[in-house]
């Protein structure tokens, strides 16, 4: 099997038990997997490639636990700029009902291109909308090219707004269709394996989108598969007023009632998840992905996330649909969240309500537990083989290094140098090895100009 040894790190950040910071720090990867971690004079000096870390920081890949991948197409729209969440989907679910299979494919490679660039090794994407013969296929498709760790979830949408849902009737599907789709593609995609590079997850979009009975019967379907539950939750107060007056609760009980709450269970957003809910997502160890950029972008709020961990909620962070961010980054995803849990993250804030190395072990190995995983989110032996490097050499972090490692969030990181995922340099020197970047971002802006003209003519 290929050996592969990075070497000569300046600081080397496991994340194990021990949260070691290794000087002149090594990793040792046979195959897709880590063998060996320690200082480089105490590793093998010989294997089938030797990568430099020299003036770099090595830490394990982070994982972005919320994305909607198709969004790249239709970031800045000018229509949308200034909406709240409802009204910013009302604008774009007529954009979205003209995707075609080839803008799932390239907008799942721009996305990604986009994160492996700035950190990410393993992320998950929430395709909820399937018009014009779009299937999750096309999404798997472009992952399968760029070769990033997946979790593609089958969301959907059923309630339309003739029935009392946001969106409009043409791009909701029929529940028996939609459960019957997402098992075929569990049997067909789903690898529940240690080391796995793709996971199909269960994943009704929203409560204003889906009904009970589908939130209930997906719940049912996952389990019986053995395979994880996405959804939105609880993100701004319209969605709270919803669920109140559609249910009767909140959104926690609304969840609670349905099956939809456990370590299988991770629900983005969570802004307004109240006191009882933080409660029971501790009790029953559903996660959360916080996404800060997009919560600020459609003004949602600030989602308690120091609150969350102190009850001992699964956190990790997500990145968000690239046209409620705007930008996939996700160092600078982490660098935001830590700044705002300092403004206003419940209960508890100031300067030291989140520091640099908490939001990383949220960024990894917190993403890690929220997706189920424990074969990711740390450099230990026996753990995937998923790390990136990080130069110290640009403008961006002079003057920093008397702690590179906190530097790597309170500074602004342009991109990473290497990526490896599943033992595999995915990014080298900055440059994608996968795909020719230029190319796919020329193919990507025409789509995104077809696209907005369809909708257009629509109108």
């Not at 990568?51 to 994982?63: S, W």
Request: proline share 5%; hydrophobic share 45%; with cysteine.
């Amino acid at each position: 099997m290929p050996t592969l040894l990075i070497r000569h790190a300046r600081v080397l950040v496991t994340m194990d038990a021990g949260r070691r910071e290794i000087a002149d720090g090594a990793v040792f990867i046979r195959d897709h997997v880590i063998e060996a971690v320690g200082p480089s004079s105490a590793l093998p000096a010989i294997a089938d490639e030797i990568i430099d870390a020299t003036n770099q920081i090595v830490l394990p890949g982070l994982v972005n636990t919320h994305h909607h991948m198709f969004q790249t197409l239709t970031r800045a729209l000018p229509a949308v700029q200034d909406c709240e969440l409802f009204s910013w989907l009302r604008g774009l679910y007529p954009v979205w009902a003209n995707l075609t299979p080839e803008m799932v494919r390239v907008s799942t490679q721009t996305a990604m291109a986009e994160l492996l660039l700035s950190g990410c090794t393993t992320s998950s994407d929430h395709l909820y909308i399937y018009p014009n013969g779009v299937r999750l296929e096309d999404s798997l498709e472009g992952d399968e090219a760029i070769g990033m760790r997946f979790h593609a979830a089958r969301g959907a949408m059923s309630v339309g707004q003739s029935q009392g849902g946001l969106p409009p009737d043409r791009v909701v599907e029929r529940e028996p269709a939609i459960l019957k789709e997402t098992q075929r593609l569990i049997e067909r995609w789903h690898d529940p394996a240690r080391f796995a590079m793709r996971r199909i997850v269960v994943a009704p979009c929203s409560p204003f989108s889906v009904s009970r009975e589908l939130m209930r019967d997906s719940a049912l379907l996952a389990r019986e598969h053995g395979v994880s539950l996405h959804t939105h939750l609880a993100e701004n107060d319209h969605d709270i007023a919803y669920t109140r007056e559609k249910f009767g609760c909140t959104p926690a009980e609304y969840a609670e009632q349905l099956g939809w709450v456990g370590p299988d269970v991770w629900c983005a957003h969570c802004v307004k998840l109240d006191a009882a809910g933080i409660d029971l997502f501790a009790r029953t160890g559903t996660g959360v992905a916080h996404c800060p950029g997009s919560n600020m972008r459609l003004a949602s709020g600030i989602a308690p996330i120091r609150a969350m961990r102190d009850a001992g909620v699964a956190v990790g962070l997500g990145v968000d649909g690239s046209a409620s961010n705007d930008a996939g980054h996700m160092l600078g995803e982490a660098r935001m969240a830590m700044l705002l849990q300092r403004v206003a993250g419940g209960p508890v804030h100031g300067p030291s309500a989140m520091t640099a190395r908490q939001i990383l072990e949220i960024a990894t190995l917190g993403g890690a537990r929220v997706l189920g995983r424990n074969d990711i989110g740390a450099l230990a032996v026996g753990m995937a083989a998923d790390l990136v490097t990080v130069p110290l050499d640009d403008i961006g972090l002079a003057g920093a290094l008397h702690d590179p490692v906190a530097a790597l969030v309170f500074c602004q990181v342009p991109r990473i140098r290497h990526s490896i995922i599943n033992g595999r340099v995915v990014v080298r020197d900055g440059r994608i090895t996968t795909l020719e970047l230029p190319v796919l971002v020329e193919r990507h802006n025409r789509l995104a100009t077809i696209l907005a003209n369809a909708a257009a003519s629509t109108h």
